[in-house]
């Protein structure tokens, strides 16, 4: 059998490697094939080592494929791509239990017709049964061997509609709608009410998509989102909260939508809102509370609507420009008429800043802007004065001014006075006038010759002073050659006006188009360090005049921190971005330190608080008062006023637990009182007794009765008085009794005995 086994081997070789050149090679293997039937091989026994295609078979090891391999007619199959990666194509997909994907495309296009919601709960009805009082929903509670949790409770608002959305139809038109409370839950049902439901609800049926929009009372479950593409904001994602009926008027908090009639796009935002960078470094933010916030870099582009036309400006800024124009317009307009011809008539000063030279030494009365009798030479007190038309008036000793003036041209004085009697002369003229106690006007006419000098002396005061050409005096108005009011308040302010009209603006910060002086660390020609500042930003008291220990900024977030909540409690951290003085323009200030003094008043009310416990002074209630962190005062220290009129003070100590007062201690000058509040118990101490006072009115005094001999007192005898004294029965061993005597059945006498 070797030998067989041998040959055949021969011969298969001989046509594997064609050993002969020339040979027949079908012959070869007929001949191989022949000799192995010959030799009695079974051909079955070779079906283990090769695949048939000609009917099913079985490979019982792996099988490699270097190109890939074809299922089918339709190009489905396995191919091996030029990468050495493989590329499946087939028709459907079954998983039996798990397909994970490192990456997945799915190429198919879906459409949800309608509106979406996303809820707390929702399901497909499959049939209805019809209570007395409620319509039974059932749903499938396992689909495909997944059991199905109910997610109704009750008290939800159970929301059913479809859209007719077929062209020619208007939107929103609903083949079917309602709206309804779920009563009660099942495992595969909800109970839909009959009564309490939106107008015009529909009767649920079999194949409704049911979801729960809104709940009665549970807050976790009145919020909802709606997207939608078929409403009148359409495309729209809207977020709802606070859905406790069947209404969902107010309760969007969040919309995304298109408005069709402006055309525009929206998002509303009715809450705190954050625009910016992670880090804070630049944002805009929204605060119900504190309003809105800008960190960064504001500008208004040059050639922009210009400030005519910009709204919504600061009032104090919107009055500076109009000021601005309205002074401008009165430069550009000016026209000689009627003119005083005294300068600083009005006693206004000229309105320009004084001139300070290296020598000036400034005080606390050093006036910063022109003297109120700039022009005037003489003496003279100058007081705001509501009666005179520049609102100062002067009382006089004596007061001249050099006029130049035309010889022989006629000229008129006119002004207000009160008081004893004035003297005024002009050139050659000069008259005395007595004057009233009140204001009266006074006019002088004249030729003018002699000296340019114009004085005014004796006891009076003087306002609304004019002297004009001609012969009739017309109404008080500042000399043309005055730098009046609104002139010095164009010049002050036209930067601003500028830099709103014609230039761009630029906000940094909190700083805008404000006037500022900063202090700090100046050094290198460079502010290294702010610390400390005036600021002429004004628009409300609340705003910050002066600040130390920080920038302005941290002055601005100290006064937001506590202007709303007077006992806000800033954390170390807060402490740290925050001025550790501020003093605003209505006079309010801020204090993180210590104060060192040798004195002072506090005339107002006064707190201290730490971690919520606060200690009152009151000047108007005369009182002090310690409050624990919950708010309950357990130490009173007062004035009080006897009925009589004697002033004396009370000490009041108190006890709570759980906010309830359980004892109360009051010591007066002249007796303390101890109160339990819980049993209705009552001591109370005196100099020479006690009292003891029970629940119910019963009572135990015990103290020293005095003895006269004569009017005064000659010694002091024990005395005690009882209400209810108890009998021998009703004591214990050592407690004190009452035995009473009685004289034919009426007690007429007691005596205290000690039980033994």
Same mark, same amino acid.
């Given at each position: 059998?070797?030998?067989?086994?041998?040959?055949?081997?021969?011969?298969?070789?001989?046509?594997?490697?064609?050993?002969?050149?020339?040979?027949?090679?079908?012959?070869?293997?007929?001949?191989?094939?022949?000799?192995?039937?010959?030799?009695?091989?079974?051909?079955?026994?070779?079906?283990?080592?090769?695949?048939?295609?000609?009917?099913?078979?079985?490979? =019982?090891?792996?099988?490699?494929?270097?190109?890939?391999?074809?299922?089918?007619?339709?190009?489905?199959?396995?191919?091996?791509?030029?990468?050495?990666?493989?590329?499946?194509?087939?028709?459907?997909?079954?998983?039996?239990?798990?397909?994970?994907?490192?990456?997945?495309?799915?190429?198919?296009?879906?459409?949800?017709?309608?509106?979406?919601?996303?809820?707390?709960?929702?399901?497909?009805?499959?049939?209805?049964?019809?209570?007395?009082?409620?319509?039974?929903?059932?749903?499938?509670?396992?689909?495909?061997?997944?059991?199905?949790?109910?997610?109704?409770?009750?008290?939800?608002?159970?929301?059913?509609?479809?859209?007719?959305?077929?062209? %020619?139809?208007?939107?929103?038109?609903?083949?079917?709608?309602?709206?309804?409370?779920?009563?009660?839950?099942?495992?595969?049902?909800?109970?839909?009410?009959?009564?309490?439901?939106?107008?015009?609800?529909?009767?649920?049926?079999?194949? /409704?998509?049911?979801?729960?929009?809104?709940?009665?009372?549970?807050?976790?479950?009145?919020?909802?989102?709606?997207?939608?593409?078929?409403?009148?904001?359409?495309?729209?994602?809207?977020?709802?909260?606070?859905?406790?009926?069947?209404?969902?008027?107010?309760?969007?908090?969040?919309?995304? %939508?298109?408005?069709?009639?402006?055309?525009?796009?929206?998002? =509303?935002?009715?809450?705190?809102?954050?625009?910016?960078?992670?880090?804070?470094?630049?944002?805009?933010?929204?605060?119900?509370?504190?309003?809105?916030?800008?960190?960064?870099?504001?500008?208004?582009?040059?050639?922009?609507?210009?400030?005519?036309?910009?709204?919504?400006?600061?009032?104090?800024? $919107?009055?500076?420009?109009?000021?601005?124009?309205?002074?401008?317009?009165?430069?550009?307009?000016?026209?000689?008429?009627?003119? =005083?011809?005294?300068?600083?008539?009005?006693?206004?000063?000229?309105?320009?800043?004084?001139?300070?030279?290296?020598?000036?030494?400034?005080?606390?009365?050093?006036?910063?802007?022109?003297?109120?009798?700039?022009?005037?030479? %003489?003496?003279?007190?100058?007081?705001?004065?509501?009666?005179?038309?520049?609102?100062?008036?002067?009382?006089?000793?004596?007061?001249?001014?050099?006029?130049?003036?035309?010889?022989?041209?006629?000229?008129?004085?006119?002004?207000?006075?009160?008081?004893?009697?004035?003297?005024?002369?002009? %050139? /050659?003229?000069?008259?005395?006038?007595?004057?009233?106690?009140?204001?009266?006007?006074?006019?002088?006419?004249?030729?003018?010759?002699?000296?340019?000098?114009?004085?005014?002396?004796?006891?009076?005061?003087?306002?609304?002073? $004019?002297?004009?050409?001609?012969?009739?005096?017309?109404?008080?108005?500042?000399?043309?050659? /005055?730098?009046?009011?609104?002139?010095?308040?164009?010049?002050?302010?036209?930067?601003?006006?500028?830099?709103?009209?014609?230039?761009?603006?630029?906000?940094?910060?909190?700083?805008?188009?404000?006037?500022?002086?900063?202090?700090?660390?100046?050094?290198?020609?460079?502010?290294?360090?702010?610390?400390?500042?005036?600021?002429?930003?004004?628009?409300?008291?609340?705003?910050?005049a002066f600040w130390a220990g920080g920038t302005l900024q941290q002055a601005i977030l100290t006064v937001m921190r506590f202007r709303n909540d007077p006992n806000y409690q800033p954390t170390d951290e807060e402490w740290a971005n925050m001025a550790n003085f501020v003093a605003t323009h209505g006079g309010n200030a801020f204090f993180r330190g210590y104060i060192y003094a040798l004195g002072g008043f506090f005339r107002g009310k006064m707190e201290t608080s730490v971690d919520g416990k606060r200690i009152v002074i009151d000047p108007e209630t005369n009182t002090?008062?310690?409050?624990?962190?919950?708010?309950?005062?357990?130490?009173?220290?007062?004035?009080?006023?006897?009925?009589?009129?004697?002033?004396?003070?009370?000490?009041?100590?108190?006890?709570?637990?759980?906010?309830?007062?359980?004892?109360?201690?009051?010591?007066?000058?002249?007796?303390?009182?101890?109160?339990?509040?819980?049993?209705?118990?009552?001591?109370?101490?005196?100099?020479? =007794?006690?009292?003891?006072?029970?629940?119910?009115?019963?009572?135990?005094?015990?103290?020293?009765?005095?003895?006269?001999?004569?009017?005064?007192?000659?010694?002091?005898?024990?005395?005690?008085?009882?209400?209810?004294?108890?009998?021998?029965?009703?004591?214990?061993?050592?407690?004190?009794?009452?035995?009473?005597?009685?004289?034919?059945?009426?007690?007429?006498?007691?005596?205290?005995?000690?039980?033994?």
């Amino acid at each position: 059998m070797a030998d067989i086994k041998d040959t055949l081997k021969k011969l298969a070789e001989q046509i594997r490697d064609e050993r002969n050149a020339g040979a027949n090679t079908a012959l070869r293997v007929g001949s191989l094939l022949l000799a192995m039937i010959d030799a009695g091989a079974d051909i079955t026994d070779f079906e283990k080592y090769f695949l048939r295609k000609d009917k099913e078979d079985i490979a =019982n090891e792996l099988i490699t494929f270097l190109k890939g391999f074809l299922i089918g007619k339709n190009g489905s199959g396995w191919t091996v791509l030029e990468d050495g990666t493989t590329q499946a194509v087939v028709d459907r997909l079954y998983v039996k239990i798990k397909a994970v994907f490192d990456e997945l495309e799915v190429k198919k296009k879906t459409h949800v017709g309608g509106e979406q919601i996303i809820s707390p709960a929702g399901m497909k009805c499959v049939r209805v049964e019809e209570l007395d009082e409620s319509y039974r929903c059932f749903f499938l509670s396992e689909v495909d061997g997944v059991t199905v949790h109910n997610e109704f409770t009750v008290g939800t608002l159970a929301l059913a509609q479809e859209f007719n959305i077929k062209e %020619g139809t208007s939107h929103n038109v609903s083949n079917r709608y309602y709206w309804r409370e779920v009563t009660g839950v099942g495992s595969d049902y909800i109970d839909l009410s009959k009564t309490n439901a939106d107008k015009d609800s529909d009767v649920p049926a079999a194949g /409704d998509d049911i979801i729960g929009l809104g709940h009665l009372t549970d807050i976790t479950r009145q919020a909802a989102i709606i997207l939608s593409s078929v409403n009148e904001t359409s495309p729209s994602i809207i977020f709802y909260q606070g859905i406790n009926s069947f209404s969902l008027a107010g309760k969007e908090v969040i919309g995304l %939508g298109f408005d069709k009639s402006t055309g525009h796009a929206y998002i =509303n935002v009715y809450g705190d809102a954050y625009i910016g960078a992670k880090d804070e470094s630049t944002y805009i933010r929204y605060r119900q509370k504190g309003g809105v916030d800008i960190k960064g870099m504001f500008h208004i582009e040059q050639g922009s609507t210009g400030w005519r036309n910009m709204e919504g400006l600061p009032d104090e800024i $919107q009055a500076a420009a109009d000021l601005a124009q309205k002074a401008q317009d009165a430069i550009d307009n000016a026209a000689v008429g009627s003119v =005083n011809l005294l300068r600083n008539s009005g006693f206004t000063g000229d309105y320009e800043s004084e001139t300070l030279s290296s020598d000036t030494q400034l005080s606390a009365d050093t006036e910063l802007y022109s003297k109120q009798l700039k022009y005037w030479t %003489g003496v003279a007190t100058v007081s705001a004065d509501s009666a005179a038309g520049s609102g100062y008036s002067a009382a006089i000793g004596s007061l001249s001014q050099s006029v130049s003036l035309i010889k022989n041209e006629n000229y008129v004085i006119s002004f207000k006075a009160k008081g004893v009697s004035v003297a005024v002369s002009c %050139g /050659d003229f000069s008259t005395t006038q007595p004057l009233a106690s009140d204001y009266q006007r006074y006019t002088f006419k004249f030729a003018f010759n002699g000296a340019g000098i114009f004085m005014l002396s004796g006891t009076a005061t003087i306002c609304d002073l $004019q002297l004009e050409r001609g012969t009739i005096a017309t109404d008080w108005k500042p000399s043309i050659l /005055d730098n009046d009011k609104a002139t010095a308040g164009f010049q002050s302010i036209n930067y601003i006006a500028s830099a709103i009209k014609d230039g761009s603006v630029d906000i940094l910060g909190g700083l805008i188009l404000a006037n500022m002086i900063q202090l700090g660390n100046y050094k290198d020609g460079k502010m290294q360090k702010v610390t400390a500042g005036v600021s002429g930003i004004y628009n409300d008291d609340d705003d910050v005049a002066f600040w130390a220990g920080g920038t302005l900024q941290q002055a601005i977030l100290t006064v937001m921190r506590f202007r709303n909540d007077p006992n806000y409690q800033p954390t170390d951290e807060e402490w740290a971005n925050m001025a550790n003085f501020v003093a605003t323009h209505g006079g309010n200030a801020f204090f993180r330190g210590y104060i060192y003094a040798l004195g002072g008043f506090f005339r107002g009310k006064m707190e201290t608080s730490v971690d919520g416990k606060r200690i009152v002074i009151d000047p108007e209630t005369n009182t002090l008062e310690m409050y624990t962190a919950d708010g309950n005062p357990v130490l009173i220290m007062k004035f009080d006023k006897s009925e009589d009129g004697w002033e004396y003070g009370d000490l009041i100590l108190r006890k709570y637990v759980e906010d309830q007062l359980v004892f109360e201690t009051t010591v007066y000058p002249e007796r303390v009182r101890l109160q339990n509040l819980v049993e209705n118990t009552d001591i109370r101490l005196s100099s020479d =007794n006690v009292f003891f006072y029970g629940s119910k009115g019963e009572f135990l005094k015990v103290g020293m009765k005095p003895v006269f001999s004569g009017v005064s007192v000659s010694k002091y005898i024990a005395d005690i008085e009882c209400s209810n004294w108890p009998s021998k029965d009703n004591v214990s061993s050592g407690q004190v009794y009452v035995e009473y005597e009685t004289l034919e059945g009426i007690v007429t006498n007691g005596v205290l005995k000690v039980r033994k």
